[in-house]
């Protein structure tokens, strides 16, 4: 028996293939993690790409500076990214504490409770600057500030559009639509209106909307405009590997940032294949990829592309939160087939939560997917996937259905990973 183990939350899931069935992992190859990540920080800050005399920012006290930075769901190391950042604009620019602040960016995502703050930034921020949560919804924060080329009506938040100084922290990672995560998509997508979101995301029916997938992808391209739009100043982003610990980091003009982070993200994560697969077996990696169907979800895009028609998928998710999403599960109530979706779908119009229904369909269009979860079995059935107790239940019902000669493949790290056939 061939031995696996794929992460599941804050834990692993063990699991036993037959020797006489082909299986192997699929996964980029681990590259070493910085040494010193905050020394590597504090070179980036020191070195910016594309700034030239600090942007001729002048040092004054009266400035203010406001960080968006991303919520729980997301494993952005802000505690070596950020006490550099805040040195920089201490010290550097003279900018008063008092007049930094934190903007949690929330995007569509609930936003985060007072208590959840631990989640994300040291405690040492926590109580000594002033943090910020988005509501996509709360209109009286949002300001309107005009429409990009492809007519996103853009609003944003307006503690973020009035600072002096617009910065957004982050990491460089594949994105299964975006291409990558990364660059002003903080606040582009995090710190907008739930209607700039919508009309971003409803690009996604775009083919070219892809992971890896940035010159032609149209939604990327708008959430460059929108940054453009809004200003953003500054970039600092980092780039992980599979275990989330920093390989590189970027610092300055927020497009050259992301160009970099972007290429180097490629490198990283790119994985040769040789053919598809009849059945594969993958993980997001562990929380927080797995803290809700909504983020694990990615997983099961970046595993189908490995995966032959009439395939299998097993996802191991942990969904300690949930579904993630009300709309999507709202949506969901009253559908009682496959074919229902894109029905419903085109009669109500593109909606952000209800987007991920669309693109499970197209999944399970061509593929049975397995989850094995911490959710109820029931609502794993509302969304037609078939549940599973363990990896080795659902491998009890699937291995004797494959033919000879089957392959199997193992995703330890789905969403961070970029396969692609030779």
Partial sequence: MSKYSLAYG?????????????????????????????????????????????????LDQ?????????????????????????????????????????????????????????????????????????????????????????????????????????????????????????????AAIGLTARETIRANHAHLMDDQAAIGSYDHNP????????????????????????????????????????LRGMALSRLVCQTPVRQKYDLVIASGGGYPKDINFYQAQKAISHGCLLLKDGGTLILAAECREGIGSPGWCRFMDGISSLDDIPLKFQTEGFNVGPHKAMLMYRQLKNAKIILVSDLDADQVRKFFLQPAESIDSALARTLPALGAGARIAILPHAINTIPYLE
Avoid: W
């Avoid at 020797?19 to 040494?35: M, R």
């Avoid at 453009?228 to 927020?254: K, M």
């Fill in 219 to 258: 939604l990327r391209q708008d959430i460059e405009e929108i940054g453009q739009i809004i200003g953003v100043d500054l970039a600092l982003n980092a780039v992980l590997n599979s275990e989330h610990e920093i390989i590189q980091v970027f610092f300055g003009e927020p497009h050259e940032v992301f």
């Fill in 62 to 186: 009266r400035l203010t500076a406001a960080i968006a930075i991303n919520d729980k769901t997301r494993p952005v190391p802000h505690a070596y990214l950020l006490p550099p950042l805040l040195d920089y604009l201490k010290n550097s620019l003279g900018i008063k504490k008092t007049n930094i602040y934190f903007i949690i960016a929330s995007g569509t995502h609930s936003p985060m409770r007072p208590e959840e703050f631990q989640y994300s930034l040291p405690e040492r921020i926590i109580t000594e600057y002033q943090v910020m949560v988005h509501d996509c919804d709360d209109q009286d924060s949002l300001i309107p500030i005009g429409r990009t080329s492809r007519n996103t009506p853009i609003r944003i938040n307006q503690y973020f559009m009035n600072a002096d100084l617009k910065i957004v922290v982050g990491d460089i990672e594949p994105h299964h639509f975006a291409g990558f995560s990364g660059g002003v998509k903080t």
């Fill in 10 to 58: 804050n834990s692993s899931i063990g699991f036993d293939i037959p020797d006489s069935i082909h299986s192997e992992g699929i996964s980029p190859e681990l590259v070493k993690p910085s040494a010193d990540p905050s020394e590597l920080v504090r070179q980036a800050i020191a070195s910016p790409i594309g700034v030239l005399d600090n942007k001729g920012f002048p």
